[in-house]
């Protein structure tokens, strides 16, 4: 630490990475210290955007320079194993996006080599800090709807898929890349794992894809089943054009409850045509705003304090076992039961 101020690197400016870079410079007890993106241009906008004194073209420079203390991890999905791995052995406590990695053993090392190292190891599923999941997650816990009977939660995408998205064997999908925040809030609600999911796939909006990635799928539903006999159900989606909506629901013996709204303003207008409009939230980067931040001041303190973080590897790679038996079940067309023993 350099002025008491954790000394925070990140790796990949993406749109991801220039959210958490701008969380940091408003954490108290961190400072960006540095920014690494293959793209120079990239790098170079964040970092005079927002005055990161270095900025490097490969991971492995960052890593080895010795003066940060930690790194958040927001390149491309497969990425994230090298980089994780690599900044766990030189010492850096490590904050990775979501989804972990691309398979169940990729995660096992990484779980492995930050535990070795005694680094802090988070994962960003944001959705753990918004203040609208929380209050859910408080509700369920107080008894409020009787007992958890099925979690829904579903996440729909706007925008058109990137073409290395179109590519499951290289992507995992849309179930990885979208649906892990639900797969995390069905653990979380439900405080158990998946035993068995079933899901059903299909492209229904992206035809450019169709004939190169028959694979690919744009809308996913996921049935499933828990260890303590709950179920769950996830809904996924992208390309959907209309906006960004992300909600979960949830029935119990006693209630119900649901959480996250599609509209982005309170405001309601209605006019002499008879019509009502509201505007729609279009991006998760205002849906979850509060929460990156939320999450990133998680992360600073979990160093600060020497505590555990709130969602760690574990987390991450149960999610990753999901992606993986969800998309074997769509390939296959049948049910699969997970292993789920760490
Ligand atoms: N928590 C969330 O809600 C959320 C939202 C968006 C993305 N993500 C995750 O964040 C990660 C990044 O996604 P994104 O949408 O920001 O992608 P992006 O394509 O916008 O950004 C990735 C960045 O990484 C850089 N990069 C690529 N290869 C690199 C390398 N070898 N070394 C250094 N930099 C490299 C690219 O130049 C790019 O600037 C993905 O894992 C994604 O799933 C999470």
């Given at each position: 630490?350099?002025?008491?101020?954790v000394q925070?690197?990140v790796i990949?400016?993406?749109?991801?990475?220039?959210?958490?870079?701008?969380?940091?410079?408003?954490?108290?007890g961190?400072?960006?210290?540095?920014?690494?993106?293959?793209?120079?241009?990239?790098?170079?906008?964040?970092?005079?955007?927002?005055?990161?004194?270095?900025?490097?073209?490969?991971?492995?420079?960052?890593?080895?320079?010795s003066?940060?203390?930690?790194v958040?991890?927001?390149?491309?999905?497969?990425?994230?194993h090298?980089?994780?791995?690599?900044?766990?052995?030189?010492?850096?406590?490590?904050?990775?996006?979501?989804?972990?990695?691309?398979?169940?053993?990729?995660?096992?090392?990484?779980?492995?080599?930050?535990?070795?190292?005694?680094?802090?190891?988070?994962?960003?599923?944001?959705?753990?800090?918004?203040?609208?999941?929380?209050?859910?997650?408080?509700?369920?816990?107080?008894?409020?709807?009787?007992?958890?009977?099925?979690?829904?939660?579903l996440?729909?995408?706007?925008?058109?898929?990137?073409?290395?998205?179109?590519?499951?064997?290289?992507?995992?999908?849309?179930?990885?890349?979208?649906?892990?925040?639900?797969?995390?809030?069905?653990?979380?609600?439900?405080?158990?794992?998946?035993t068995?999911?079933?899901?059903?796939?299909?492209?229904?909006?992206?035809?450019e894809?169709?004939?190169?990635?028959?694979?690919?799928?744009?809308?996913?539903?996921?049935?499933?089943?828990?260890?303590?006999?709950?179920?769950?159900?996830?809904?996924?989606?992208?390309?959907?054009?209309?906006?960004?909506?992300?909600?979960?629901?949830?029935?119990?013996?006693?209630?119900?409850?649901?959480?996250?709204?599609?509209?982005?303003?309170?405001?309601?207008?209605?006019?002499?045509?008879?019509?009502?409009?509201?505007?729609?939230?279009t991006?998760?980067?205002?849906?979850?705003?509060?929460?990156?931040?939320?999450?990133?001041?998680?992360?600073?303190?979990?160093?600060?304090?020497?505590?555990?973080?709130?969602?760690?590897?574990?987390?991450?790679?149960?999610?990753?076992?999901?992606?993986?038996?969800?998309?074997?079940?769509?390939?296959?067309?049948?049910?699969?039961?997970?292993?789920?023993?760490?």
């Amino acid at each position: 630490m350099k002025n008491d101020e954790v000394q925070v690197c990140v790796i990949g400016a993406g749109r991801a990475g220039v959210i958490h870079a701008r969380a940091i410079t408003q954490v108290p007890g961190a400072h960006l210290a540095a920014v690494v993106d293959s793209d120079h241009d990239a790098c170079k906008k964040v970092c005079q955007e927002l005055g990161a004194a270095e900025s490097y073209p490969h991971y492995l420079g960052a890593v080895e320079n010795s003066h940060f203390d930690a790194v958040i991890v927001a390149t491309p999905t497969r990425l994230h194993h090298e980089i994780v791995v690599a900044a766990a052995k030189a010492g850096k406590h490590i904050l990775c996006e979501k989804p972990m990695a691309m398979n169940p053993s990729q995660c096992e090392e990484m779980v492995r080599v930050t535990r070795e190292n005694r680094v802090k190891f988070q994962i960003g599923f944001m959705r753990r800090f918004d203040g609208g999941f929380q209050r859910a997650k408080e509700i369920i816990q107080r008894g409020q709807i009787g007992e958890v009977v099925l979690v829904k939660s579903l996440t729909h995408g706007p925008s058109t898929p990137k073409r290395w998205q179109y590519d499951i064997s290289g992507s995992n999908g849309p179930l990885a890349e979208v649906n892990s925040h639900d797969i995390d809030t069905l653990r979380w609600f439900t405080e158990s794992e998946f035993t068995k999911v079933y899901a059903i796939a299909g492209n229904y909006r992206c035809p450019e894809a169709r004939e190169e990635f028959p694979d690919f799928y744009d809308n996913v539903s996921l049935v499933a089943s828990f260890e303590n006999g709950m179920q769950g159900f996830i809904d996924g989606a992208v390309s959907v054009k209309y906006g960004y909506d992300a909600r979960a629901e949830v029935l119990g013996t006693e209630g119900l409850l649901s959480v996250g709204q599609l509209a982005q303003q309170s405001v309601v207008t209605c006019t002499r045509h008879g019509e009502i409009t509201q505007p729609v939230v279009t991006s998760w980067r205002d849906l979850f705003a509060d929460a990156y931040l939320a999450e990133d001041r998680a992360f600073i303190a979990s160093i600060r304090d020497n505590s555990d973080p709130v969602v760690n590897g574990h987390d991450g790679m149960m999610v990753v076992k999901v992606v993986e038996a969800g998309n074997r079940s769509i390939r296959e067309g049948k049910p699969v039961c997970l292993n789920t023993q760490p």
